[in-house]
């Protein structure tokens, strides 16, 4: 004769039991196509399910996941950026804005033209894009080299257009623009025919460093050479590709940066600095 089974009652919350519904969908834990929690709970007192700690990641860890799954997003790979976000939520111990940000991740998966802008990066395949600025104006770029590229905390398509209408930057620049992700309209891109270029327009800058900085200076990309001179200065020779981005940076280390050559960006440094002079004695 069998033993009959006996009950036990879980007090638990309505979200805990979804919960548990959902982790006996995942693990084959049902009744038919119905979760069963039953099931689930004699797994775990069998020791057929390994039931460890959650809440003991270091914050190393986990600043270093989140890192990861920045760079997969920016650098276009998806499916690698969910699967770290969906290893990430599943645990305790992230905080409160780590999570929420994790959360809006997986509830919004990416524009169908951003997953297509990476394919046409991979492949080297030149594009047309249309582009709405600031002002609602609307431009059409016609794009031969393009990266994804983080600046001040916000994604940008730093890339290489065939039209250089409204370009600020110095002649030799001309033809790199800057574009907020953002800002790229819904089924605005198409391929087109023609040459990919390998690289952004690029000018080599040279920089001293004194003081704290010349100590603390780390090397960042496109430095080609970093060498101590007199005085305790180091000299830094760097490629950019846009004294927009270059400019903000020497603004915010001013007066320990100092741009020796070329001089077109150096007279554009001066315009800035006399600007603010100017401002600062008018108010």
Known sequence: MSRKAESITLSISERDKIRLQGLAIELGMTWGDRPNITRLVEAIARRELQIAPNNDWSNTRIEALDCALDA???AGRILEAQAIAQLLQERSELSIPLRNKIERFLETPPHPWRIELDRYILRQQPFQLSY?????RLWTFTVRHAQIN???ERQYLDCWCEETEGNLDIPKLMHNWCLRLDRIPEAAIFPIKGPWRPQLAQIAVKIHLCNRLAFAYKPKPGDISADWLENQVKQ???RIS???WFIREVKR???????????SVRDRL???FLGICQRYENS
């Not at 709405?132 to 609602?136: E, P």
């Not at 320990?256 to 001089?263: E, H, L």
């Open 270 to 272: 001066r315009e800035t």
């Open 242 to 244: 846009s004294t927009y």
């Open 150 to 152: 983080r600046h001040e």
């Open 253 to 263: 280390e001013a007066p320990d940066m100092m741009v020796i050559a070329p001089q």
């Open 236 to 238: 830094v020779v760097r």
């Open 132 to 136: 709405q600025d600031a002002t609602g």
């Open 72 to 74: 997969l997003t920016d």
